[in-house]
């Protein structure tokens, strides 16, 4: 699904993403246009909590191949929203208004655009922590192998976040790099005695026995047909890329 602010509202993007088919959908924020204003003020709108109105309908902008599903959201001049959106304001309100092929309903259309603001959160984390932005080169073979490397180094400090919570616990996002200073980046000493080799922690490090629980874990994860799973339970909630 695509989610895109107004400088994606045209043409050319909504019939590229219904060209490929019934399995794409999106959600665009539309542009302030006289007619559009006018199909605002005289559509049926719906109380709804924290809002000014709701409301739907379909309308198609100059020269589109044909109408649109368009899903306002409106606030008074003195009300503002409870999140930073992307508004325009007439005379006597503030508008947010979606264009979509999705067929939700039109209040889930709206919690789902504000996910949006959500995704660019761990787009930019990846960039600060895990190296998204840092690429190779012009070939662009290397760097989508690169990406899908970055992703995957990504998601793998959140599963490691996942399976270091203590039983009951809730998960909470931490940003990457306080993790790896918990879990990756400890002081310690790799030690051979009587032919074995061990880790010696630091005796500073607070959290030995939250980290031995977390290693056992890591050690117990075992594959189970095409998929591997861990034996010890623990709870597994986190955003991740695909």
């Known amino acids: 699904m695509a989610r895109a602010d107004a400088g994606f509202y045209c ?3 909504v019939e590229a993403i219904e060209g490929l088919g019934d399995r794409y959908s999106y959600i665009l924020s539309a542009d302030k246009t006289t007619a559009l204003v006018r199909e605002l003020e005289a559509a049926e709108w719906k109380q709804w909590a924290g809002t ?28 503002e929203p409870s999140d930073q959106y992307q508004l ?6 503030k508008y ?3 264009v979509t092929n999705r067929k939700e309903d039109k209040r889930a259309i709206c919690r789902e655009y504000d996910g949006r603001a959500t995704a660019e959160n761990y787009i ?11 690429l190779s080169g012009r ?7 690169y990406l899908q490397m970055a992703i995957l180094a990504y998601n793998s400090n959140r599963w490691v976040q996942l399976m270091a919570l203590r039983p009951q616990q809730t998960y909470q996002r931490t940003q990457l790099r306080t993790s790896r200073l918990r879990w990756v980046f400890i002081a ?19 959290e030995k026995e939250l980290f031995g629980q977390l290693m056992d874990r890591l050690r117990s994860i075992q ?14 909630t986190a955003r991740v890329f695909a």
């Open 188 to 206: 310690a000493k790799l030690v051979l005695h009587e032919g074995r080799r061990w880790i010696r922690l630091s005796q500073t490090f607070v």
């Open 96 to 98: 947010r208004v979606f």
């Open 124 to 134: 930019k984390e990846g960039c600060n922590d895990a190296g998204f932005a840092v």
């Open 88 to 93: 325009f304001a007439t005379e006597q309100w």
């Open 139 to 145: 070939c662009f073979e290397a760097n989508q192998n």
């Open 11 to 13: 043409k050319e993007v």
């Open 223 to 236: 594959k189970i047909g095409s998929s591997y799973a861990s034996n010890r339970a623990a709870p597994l």
């Open 52 to 79: 000014a109105g709701v409301c739907e309908f379909w309308y198609e902008p100059m020269g589109w191949g044909g109408p649109s599903r368009f899903v306002p959201v409106r606030y008074r001049l003195e009300q």
